[in-house]
C-alpha cells in the first residue's frame, strides 16, 4: 500500500472510484511513482555514501517553499 492510498483509506471520505476523484487519485499515484523513481535515480549520483545526504535530498527535493 502506498502513503497515497494509505491516505485516502484514513480519511474515508472520498470515494475513489468517483470519476472525479479517481482521476486525482491517479494522478497522485503516478506522481508518487516518479517521487520514487527520482530518488531512486538520485542514489546513484551519492554513490560514496548514499544515505548520508538522503534527508537533505528529502528536504531539498519536497519541503521547499514554492517560489
Do not use: L, V
Not at 1 to 18: A, L, N, V, Y
Not at 47 to 55: H, L
Amino acid at each position: 500500500m502506498t502513503s497515497i492510498e494509505w491516505f485516502i483509506e484514513q480519511i474515508g471520505i472520498i470515494d475513489i472510484k468517483d470519476p472525479y476523484y479517481k482521476e486525482f487519485f491517479e494522478q497522485a499515484k503516478e506522481m508518487h511513482k516518479q517521487e520514487i523513481i527520482d530518488c531512486y535515480n538520485t542514489s546513484f549520483i551519492m554513490r560514496g555514501n548514499p544515505f548520508s545526504t538522503a534527508d537533505k535530498y528529502y528536504e531539498d527535493t519536497f519541503q521547499k517553499p514554492k517560489q
